[in-house]
């Protein structure tokens, strides 16, 4: 079981709609991740928070925003999405400085 | 952005059989990691190496980081139905582990397993 929890595990929105992806971890990392993944692709680096303060934005679109209540949360809102947006997004967190990420098992989005 | 060679792109291969993946790149590493995914899942972290030489195993699956640390492979013993799935390999630079750049790591294409039992 993975100890990096992401609901929902499935979302359905139009391009109009606004719409959050949540994360948690309890292992006490420090750094916290979402990645985006299309199907039988890698995944790709989309933000890295580094002790709840935004490090690495991947020139990632303004309809996604990313955001870090505290040192276990981390969402994504989600705003005007387009079709392409549609894909599995994956969090994922790690100790300060640890290449050893352990992902949560996903959102799947669709935007219709 | 960047990414590893990584190959085969698929196997389809007998149960029982050993399976060998492996992953390049034209640049130095300093750590190699192998996830595998499957399907409706997240990517689980499987082995991972720090060190130029350094063969690790994790019950039937045995990974080594190149000498030349541009390489990985993976290998799997006796594969069993359970081992279907997508494995990534996954790299970080030299000149990116620092503050800033936690964690930023270039992954494989990846390479799809099919096991027939």
């Known amino acids: 079981d993975t100890e990096v929890t992401q609901t929902p595990k499935h979302l359905v929105m139009g391009m109009t709609n606004k719409k959050s992806l949540k994360c948690e971890q309890h292992?006490?990392?420090?750094?916290m991740y979402w990645y985006k993944q299309k199907a039988k692709k890698p995944p790709e680096l989309m933000f890295v928070?580094?002790?709840?303060?935004?490090?690495i934005n991947e020139s990632v679109p303004s309809r996604f925003s990313p955001e870090c209540p505290n040192s276990s949360l981390l969402n994504l809102h989600l705003h005007a999405l387009q079709p392409e947006d549609s894909a599995l997004y994956l969090c994922?967190?790690?100790?300060?400085?640890?290449?050893?990420?352990?992902f949560g098992e996903g959102s799947r989005l669709t935007v219709l | 952005g960047q990414q590893l060679n990584q190959s085969p792109q698929s196997m389809f291969i007998q149960e029982g059989e050993d399976v060998s993946m492996n992953c390049t790149s034209s640049?130095?590493?300093?750590?190699w990691l192998w996830y595998k995914q499957e399907p409706g899942e997240g990517p689980v972290l499987l082995i991972a190496?720090?060190?130029?030489?350094e063969l690790t195993s994790n019950g039937r699956l045995t990974a080594q980081f190149g000498i030349t640390r541009k390489d990985s492979f993976l290998n799997i013993s006796a594969s069993i139905p359970s081992d279907v799935g997508i494995y990534f390999c996954?790299?970080?630079?030299?000149?990116?582990?620092?503050?800033?750049?936690?964690?930023?790591?270039?992954f494989g294409q990846g390479t799809t397993l099919q096991v027939k039992p």
């Open positions: 640049s130095i590493f300093n750590t």
């Open positions: 996954a790299g970080q630079h030299l000149s990116v582990w620092a503050p800033g750049n936690t964690g930023k790591l270039i």
């Open positions: 928070y580094s002790y709840e303060k935004l490090s």
């Open positions: 994922a967190s790690s100790q300060e400085s640890s290449p050893r990420l352990f």
């Open positions: 190496l720090y060190k130029a030489g």
């Open positions: 292992m006490g990392h420090r750094a």
